[in-house]
């Protein structure tokens, strides 16, 4: 770093040493020169490329957010003049000084993984403050070993600094500090949310990246993309699985189960919330091999269930499915019964009960269902007899009907929401009309 001749901090802080340099700055011990009484040590950055302004932004970025932290989890901010990042003088910021290794170099020999409850606890404590910050509205979007470090080399007290990229509610129309062309994120774990045209604002990446520590704790390794070239997510890859295989077999598949849903590409059915990922840490710790009592297995079915990322989506489809095919077969009778006398209905299936509209069978896979409902003459030699089909598409259901391979849509509704079914009634209504006229010449 070429050392400008203005140094504001000198007023202050004496350097005691270099410590490191990063990216974005260079870092020093220092103490303060007018205090004898504090005994403490403290940190020094200087940002490393003073005439570039979005560095000058993001430092003051970072300062912004610490300013508003009061969390054992995060240094505590000193002082800085970043504030003055529109003008021509050089930044600086002081911090709280953390004692200990980085989790780099705690697990700087990966022969030798930390212990997965030692892991998981690591993770927990980071998640507390992880979600401290999201309640303050702040999404780090950095998470890695090398800004993590562990307080006096204690396992249970990582301190999660460089909030430098960090977003900040504040900053929501604020365009300029993370331009759309540009990407985000480490080569620690690269994630498409973080990429080139996206929001880069969501904060379950961050809950992303830390089960990217946990893998990175107990294999060694870092996971560095979600999917490899092969396909297969970093838990999957040969290496390693031969590093987790040192690890005993009953936590190593509890872990393996929440790898399985941390590292899917389409982060709406990853990990969703802080909580929802404590419980699944906390249960791999304390579940215990005796809890073998029906009600134990019931509450861990429910939970299993209740806690997949696509339940919610599979369920609500299930159920309007049912709903839509009710309405299919009832408007099929009340048309039959509009046309009087010869006319009657014919089905895929036999409807004796109410109960029979939810056997329906779905393919869960691509969440499609079938059925047919038509209208029938005692004169005539064939019967209207169209296919309906109902298929997921996005957070929608799309119902069509299909005759002689022509496609008809008949409705379209969000998973989550009532239909319209009085619009679905009307539509039906005339689609029935309109097949049984062709059907007979009228």
Known sequence: MSKPKNKPWDKKWEIVKPIGSGGQGDTFLVKPKDSPIWSQSFV????KNQKDPERRKRMHREVAALSTLDCPGIPRLIESN????????????????????????????????????DAINLVL????????????????RDIKPDNIIIRCNDISAPVLIDFGISFNECDTDNTTLTPAWQQLGNRFLALPELQVNSSKRDPRADITQCCGILFFAIAGSPPVTLLDCE????????????????????????????FDRAFGTQI??????????????????????????????IARIQNKVSTSSDYARRQSFKELAQQLN??????????????????GTVHNRTYLKSRD???????????????????????LPNDFFPKFT???TGNELVLLAEVNGAQVELLRTPLNCEPDLTVLGERLRLFYLEGVRKLIGA
């Open 82 to 117: 970043s504030d003055q990042f529109a003008a021509d003088v050089p930044l600086y910021m002081v911090g709280e000084f953390i004692e200990g290794k980085t989790l780099s170099q705690i697990v700087e020999d990966p022969t030798k993984p930390m212990a997965i409850a």
């Open 390 to 392: 109902g298929a997921a």
């Open 357 to 379: 509209f939810e056997r329906l069978d779905i393919d869960w896979t691509h969440l499609k269902f079938s059925e047919r409902h038509g209208i029938t003459n005692e004169f």
């Open 326 to 343: 009710r309405e299919l077969y009832n408007m099929s009778r009340t048309v039959a019964k509009e046309l009087g006398k010869g006319f």
């Open 231 to 258: 396909g297969r997510k970093p838990h999957q890859r040969p290496e390693s699985q031969k590093a987790l295989a040192k690890h005993p077999d009953d936590l190593l598949a509890k872990v393996n189960g929440i």
């Open 125 to 140: 404590k980071l998640l507390e403050t992880l979600q401290y910050c999201h309640n303050l509205g702040i999404v780090h």
């Open 268 to 297: 709406d059915y990853r990990w969703q919330s802080i909580p929802e990922l404590q419980k699944a840490l906390i249960d791999c710790v304390s579940a215990t091999e005796n809890a073998r009592n029906a009600e134990q297995y």
């Open 44 to 47: 020094l950055k200087i940002l």
